[in-house]
């Protein structure tokens, strides 16, 4: 079946660094995808989402690219701060039909942000 | 409310025995979803309703789970007959029509002992 998947499964970064979290997805016809953060105890919690129109898409100290070509989705968090420490989950929206609606979640990549 | 409430937060149940979980949507959200997740992966899709229409149910894992809607609002998830596998932490979000930007409760975290 269709999957979204994570390069990288956990990522360690210094305070103030920028950090890059990638996602490979395989459905080409899901029309969006968003990112979400979950802290410990917590459900997830929207970050930033990005239409399969546009290949880049910037927040506050997040910018979501979307390479099609490749099936690739990043996450870049700038200037990275302890309160980013989670795990980061990249997740993907099918285009229509019954199934419109339903989030298929990647694995999550655990982000640990050191003073 | 002001958001996804989730009840119990924490519910311990010896297996083979039947447990409901309930999630209370935000007001106005006409899609609620009912995710599980293991621990330290990620989130498997339950079942998915959207207003009036029929439910999507094909994330459900066994004739053992079940869930329902009443009155366009609040949903309760069944579980029949636990088992230990069942035990995760299940989890509900709501959002107006087309999934964009889910609200998500905290979770019911389920010990199936």
């Known amino acids: 079946g269709e999957s979204v998947g994570l390069h990288l499964p956990t990522l360690s970064v210094q305070e103030g660094d920028n950090s890059i979290i990638n996602c490979a997805y395989s459905?080409?016809?899901?029309?969006?995808f968003i990112w979400y953060k979950q802290e410990s105890g917590k459900g997830p919690q929207f970050i930033i989402d990005i239409r399969s129109n546009m290949d880049k898409r910037q927040g506050q100290r997040v910018t979501v690219l979307l390479n099609k070509t490749v099936k690739h989705l990043s996450l870049q968090i700038a200037a990275t701060q302890p309160g980013d420490s989670a795990v980061y989950f990249c997740?993907?929206?099918?285009?229509?039909?019954?199934?419109?609606?339903?989030?298929?979640f990647g694995q999550g990549t655990i982000l640990t942000v050191h003073p | 409310g002001a958001g996804v409430s989730q009840s119990p937060s924490n519910k311990v149940t010896e297996k083979g025995k039947d447990v409901e979980l309930r999630c209370d949507p935000i007001?106005?959200?006409?899609?609620l979803y009912w995710y599980r997740q293991s621990l330290g992966q990620g989130l498997e899709f339950l079942i998915y309703f959207q207003g009036n229409s029929a439910p999507d149910k094909s994330g459900l894992p066994s004739d053992r789970f079940s869930a329902e809607r009443t009155g366009g609002s609040v949903s309760t998830l069944t579980i029949q007959r636990t088992q230990q596998e069942d035990s995760a932490v299940y989890l509900c979000?709501?959002?107006?029509?087309?999934?964009?930007?889910?609200?998500f409760g905290s979770g019911t975290r389920l010990t199936v002992v």
């Open positions: 007001s106005g959200h006409t899609a």
């Open positions: 997740a993907e929206n099918q285009a229509g039909g019954t199934s419109y609606g339903k989030l298929t």
């Open positions: 459905n080409s016809a899901s029309d969006y």
């Open positions: 979000a709501s959002s107006f029509w087309g999934g964009k930007g889910y609200t």
